[in-house]
């Protein structure tokens, strides 16, 4: 009986131990998996547009996005559609 019990702990002890170890790979994978998005966000918000408007330079994913023109802000959108109108 006790033979039983020791394989059935042990049995326990080895899923255990492979239940942490792939939470612990999930972990580090996940990890990377943000260090390498993050670092993505940083060039990305280095690239810089020029508002079509006023000629200021401002971050890409700040920008407002009009087809192929960007503005530094939704007014300068609305100023310069407006103008090319007249
Ligand atoms: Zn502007």
């Known amino acids: ?9 042990l049995g326990m002890l ?7 170890f792939q939470k612990f790979q999930q972990n580090r994978l ?3 998996e943000k260090k390498r998005s993050e670092a993505k966000k940083k060039v990305e918000s280095e690239k810089t547009v ?3 408007h ?3 330079y401002i ?4 920008a ?3 087809g192929e023109k960007h503005y530094c802000s939704l007014e300068h959108k609305e100023q310069h559609i407006r103008g090319n109108d007249q």
């Open 64 to 66: 407002i996005v009009d």
């Open 59 to 62: 971050p890409a994913d700040e």
């Open 54 to 56: 006023c000629g200021i």
């Open 30 to 32: 996940e990890q990377a």
């Open 14 to 20: 080895l899923y255990l131990a492979r239940h942490l």
């Open 50 to 52: 020029r508002c079509d």
């Open 1 to 9: 009986m006790s033979g039983l019990v020791r394989i059935i702990i």
